[in-house]
């Protein structure tokens, strides 16, 4: 793709997307030709496109205690990680890291390898890592599409992107979450809360 994906979220609306070639929700190909309007209040009988329930249901769009940022940063032998915790969305695909960086620091290059790896699988870009220099290789991955929605989370932007909203500090612009449950506490951004909410899809 050689345009970026353009994401408009709308005052107390869906999300617009614009440019996307390809998307999926729950596991099957969506069609995304043209705009698309993905619900994000949560109540739509139509997910995950907007069906107007946001102006029936009194939906607030807007963040207005935002989460305070906080990027820590750690120095590895061959490469360092950030982490943004304002970003991070709590799937804990990240688990593994610790011992990863124990054996990094003792000279382990498979295991630089694979804290790359790992932070790649990380979904909202709280994660992110840089080579310091050395041989190490970054392993190659490829989305399957653009936009993933995940059945009863979030939407994952998986290309480069831009978005009417600012980014975290040291969030990529490839790799982003966006809340659809409507009780993230961190909008337009995902905090994991539609973990809580029962029967949504």
């Not at 699988?121 to 992110?128: D, E, I, N, Q, Y």
């Not at 978005?163 to 612009?173: K, R, S, V």
């Not at 979450?177 to 809580?196: E, F």
Request: glycine share 10%; with cysteine; charged share 25%.
């Amino acid at each position: 793709m050689s345009a970026p994906v353009i994401v408009t979220v709308l005052p107390d609306g869906p999300l617009k997307v614009s440019g996307a070639d390809s998307a999926s929700y729950c596991g099957e190909r969506m069609q995304v030709d043209g705009d698309v309007y993905l619900c994000r209040c949560g109540d739509s009988a139509n997910p995950p496109y907007c069906d107007g329930a946001h102006s029936r249901n009194g939906f607030d769009g807007g963040c207005e205690d935002p989460p305070e940022q906080e990027l820590r940063v750690w120095e590895g032998k061959t490469l360092r990680t950030h982490f943004n915790k304002a970003a991070c969305m709590h799937v804990y695909y990240c688990k593994p890291l610790d011992e990863l960086r124990e054996r990094e620091l003792a000279g382990d290059t498979a295991a630089a390898t694979e804290i790359m790896r790992v932070v790649g699988t990380c979904p909202s870009g709280a994660l992110r890592y840089e080579l310091k220099g050395g041989s190490v290789e970054p392993p190659a991955s490829e989305p399957q599409v653009c936009i993933d929605i995940v059945e009863g989370g979030e939407v994952r932007l998986q290309v480069p992107f831009e978005i009417n909203a600012a980014l975290h500090q040291g969030q990529p612009d490839d790799r982003a979450t966006l809340c659809r449950c409507g009780r993230s506490k961190n909008k337009p951004w995902c905090d994991g809360r539609h973990k809580g909410r029962k029967g949504f899809r």
